[in-house]
């Protein structure tokens, strides 16, 4: 059980204490972003949304039955834009280059043609590449679930973890193959997996595979796919270098982008000024309130995320954390307490920041300063999630 404080009393209390320096996320070898983040939560309250209305229902669609009741057993009524505008000319057979931020339905924007795709030739094999082993993840495990009741058989293909049960996997011959640049270029170079044998490529988040240094992998990885194939990207940003990459791997693409909303209205965001105090014990006191039941806390640093979890274990604070320096096991053990509500608190570096839909957390908090804005607006996404509200705090 959680330790409960009245919220104004807590207010009351920070700016009564003088607070020691100790546990700071920001001591490292990175600079500190130099910014008002205020000027980040006035920007995204700025944009607003008109509600949605769809063109295309779900039962329009010419698709598979099973692939039908798959979808509304998924509680899946309305679409999404991405989903409205994209799965159109997927089922058509053409190349797509989706901008949209994560959250926004994009993975079933592009596994619900493909399943239908290989619903009608079961000798078709999909790629989907993606920037993160958690990203990966939840993309195959949604596959799962829309293709249930099919023979369709995928694997996903991963570092972090071993190499062995995922070579035997492939040699079964799945439709999809789901994975990180890196394992999968480990895998062809041991002649396990032919990227020419491929029609259909995902490449997902790619503005993030470039983020983590995968800009030499996945140029390697376009160089070796078939000539004839069904491209789709799908990207949050467009900068010089991911146009670059897409140009190599998309010829004649229908061109989607939905960056109508950076920030949902659900969201309520605001910041937190420190006043010379100590970051951990401002958060230690936010974390007593009742209302902070499942909170994502975003750090910039390995070491400093490990020294503030175990500072928040010290006073009793239930957590876990996750980043790159974990083991896959390890991460994905702190990402299933978290989600099982075993834990208050999950910290993590921005590594949780994309992709990763987790239910009803209560508050994102910013206990570092996101680098861009970009990176913010990724960050606060992880709450506020299918229509209900959220909150995000950042610390300053």
């Given at each position: 059980m959680y330790r409960h404080n009245n919220h104004n009393r807590y207010k009351q209390s920070l700016r009564s204490k003088d607070l020691r320096r100790n546990g700071n996320f920001s001591r490292g070898i990175r600079k500190t972003p130099v910014y008002d983040p205020a000027l980040f939560i006035k920007k995204s309250a700025e944009h607003t949304i008109e509600e949605y209305t769809p063109t295309h229902s779900f039962?329009?669609?010419?698709?598979?039955?099973?692939?039908?009741?798959?979808?509304?057993?998924?509680?899946?009524?309305?679409?999404?834009?991405?989903?409205?505008?994209?799965?159109?000319?997927?089922?058509?057979?053409?190349?797509?280059?989706?901008?949209?931020?994560?959250?926004?339905?994009?993975?079933?924007?592009?596994?619900?043609?493909?399943i239908n795709k290989?619903?009608?030739?079961?000798?078709?094999?999909?790629l989907i590449i993606t920037p993160t082993r958690e990203l990966a993840i939840q993309v195959e495990q949604e596959l799962r679930e829309l293709a249930?009741?099919?023979?369709?058989?995928?694997?996903?293909?991963?570092g972090g973890v071993g190499i062995g049960g995922q070579i035997h996997s492939l040699r079964r011959n799945p439709n999809f193959v789901v994975g990180t640049p890196g394992r999968l270029i480990d895998l062809d170079r041991q002649r396990i997996l032919d990227f020419g044998l491929f029609k259909s490529i995902v490449l997902d988040e790619v503005d993030r595979m470039l983020d983590l240094g995968f800009i030499v992998d996945v140029t390697y990885i376009v160089s070796k796919l078939s000539?004839?194939?069904?491209?789709?990207?799908?990207?949050?940003?467009?900068?010089?270098?991911?146009?670059?990459i897409m140009k190599e791997f998309v010829r004649e693409p229908v061109v989607i982008s939905v960056k109508t909303q950076p920030t949902p209205e659900n969201i309520n965001q605001d910041?937190?000024?420190?006043?010379?105090?100590?970051?951990?014990d401002v958060l230690d006191e936010l974390l007593t309130n009742r209302e902070f039941e499942k909170v994502l806390v975003f750090g910039r640093t390995k070491r400093g995320i490990d020294r503030v979890a175990r500072a928040l274990s010290d006073r009793r604070v239930t957590v876990a954390a996750i980043h790159?320096?974990?083991?896959?096991?390890?991460?994905?053990?702190?990402?299933?307490?978290?989600?099982?509500?075993?834990?208050?608190?999950?910290?993590?570096?921005?590594?949780?920041?994309?992709?990763?839909?987790?239910?009803?957390?209560?508050?994102?908090?910013?206990?570092?300063?996101?680098?861009?804005?970009?990176?913010?607006?990724?960050?606060?996404?992880?709450?506020?999630?299918?229509?209900?509200?959220?909150?995000a705090l950042t610390f300053v």
């Amino acid at each position: 059980m959680y330790r409960h404080n009245n919220h104004n009393r807590y207010k009351q209390s920070l700016r009564s204490k003088d607070l020691r320096r100790n546990g700071n996320f920001s001591r490292g070898i990175r600079k500190t972003p130099v910014y008002d983040p205020a000027l980040f939560i006035k920007k995204s309250a700025e944009h607003t949304i008109e509600e949605y209305t769809p063109t295309h229902s779900f039962s329009d669609f010419q698709i598979h039955s099973i692939l039908k009741q798959n979808i509304a057993s998924k509680g899946y009524k309305i679409l999404t834009p991405i989903q409205d505008s994209a799965i159109p000319p997927l089922l058509a057979g053409k190349n797509v280059v989706g901008i949209a931020e994560t959250g926004t339905g994009k993975t079933a924007a592009f596994l619900i043609p493909l399943i239908n795709k290989v619903l009608n030739n079961i000798r078709e094999k999909v790629l989907i590449i993606t920037p993160t082993r958690e990203l990966a993840i939840q993309v195959e495990q949604e596959l799962r679930e829309l293709a249930r009741g099919t023979q369709i058989k995928s694997v996903i293909c991963i570092g972090g973890v071993g190499i062995g049960g995922q070579i035997h996997s492939l040699r079964r011959n799945p439709n999809f193959v789901v994975g990180t640049p890196g394992r999968l270029i480990d895998l062809d170079r041991q002649r396990i997996l032919d990227f020419g044998l491929f029609k259909s490529i995902v490449l997902d988040e790619v503005d993030r595979m470039l983020d983590l240094g995968f800009i030499v992998d996945v140029t390697y990885i376009v160089s070796k796919l078939s000539h004839s194939r069904h491209s789709l990207f799908f990207s949050a940003t467009l900068p010089e270098r991911v146009q670059k990459i897409m140009k190599e791997f998309v010829r004649e693409p229908v061109v989607i982008s939905v960056k109508t909303q950076p920030t949902p209205e659900n969201i309520n965001q605001d910041i937190v000024k420190l006043n010379g105090r100590e970051k951990i014990d401002v958060l230690d006191e936010l974390l007593t309130n009742r209302e902070f039941e499942k909170v994502l806390v975003f750090g910039r640093t390995k070491r400093g995320i490990d020294r503030v979890a175990r500072a928040l274990s010290d006073r009793r604070v239930t957590v876990a954390a996750i980043h790159g320096n974990k083991s896959q096991g390890q991460r994905q053990k702190a990402l299933e307490l978290f989600k099982n509500n075993k834990v208050q608190v999950l910290l993590a570096t921005d590594i949780a920041s994309r992709g990763l839909d987790i239910k009803d957390v209560t508050h994102v908090i910013n206990y570092d300063l996101p680098g861009t804005y970009e990176d913010y607006i990724h960050r606060i996404g992880r709450t506020g999630r299918a229509n209900k509200k959220g909150n995000a705090l950042t610390f300053v």
